[in-house]
């Protein structure tokens, strides 16, 4: 029986590497100036809907996770961040953004998952 280890295989040194080039933050305020820093139609965890919201264009962001999807016919790079935000008595995580990019780094999809009852958020119902 032959013992597959992929811990030392080529495909995770190259994943590092892309993923240490990248320049993860750049594509965050790529995403949020094309979209204004706004949210429309926004859902929170108790089902409540918003329909828009804006975000600070103060905003920074910090990778916290990166991964690689793989399924029968697609690839996926899916990165995951903090929202963070400047506030009088320092800075505030101001929730989660998930970007979703194919392999040719073309976006996908979104994912937010926000702090509601920020005081940097400007909301209308």
Request: aromatic share 12%; charged share 30%; glycine share 4%.
């Amino acid at each position: 029986m032959t013992k597959l280890e992929l811990q030392n295989h080529q495909v995770w040194r190259d994943l590092s590497e892309i993923l240490e080039t990248l320049d993860a933050n750049a594509l965050v305020k790529k995403h949020l100036e094309l979209s204004d820093y706004k949210i429309c139609g926004y859902w929170d965890e108790q089902d409540k809907y918003y329909e828009t919201i804006t975000l600070p264009r103060t905003l920074e962001s910090e990778l916290i996770s990166s991964s690689i999807g793989v399924t029968y016919k697609k690839r996926f790079l899916q990165l995951k961040f903090f929202l963070i935000a400047s506030a009088v008595d320092g800075t505030k995580k101001l929730g989660e953004l998930v970007l979703i990019y194919n392999e040719n780094l073309e976006f996908i999809d979104e994912n937010w998952l926000l702090d509601i009852d920020s005081p940097t958020l400007e909301i209308q119902f």
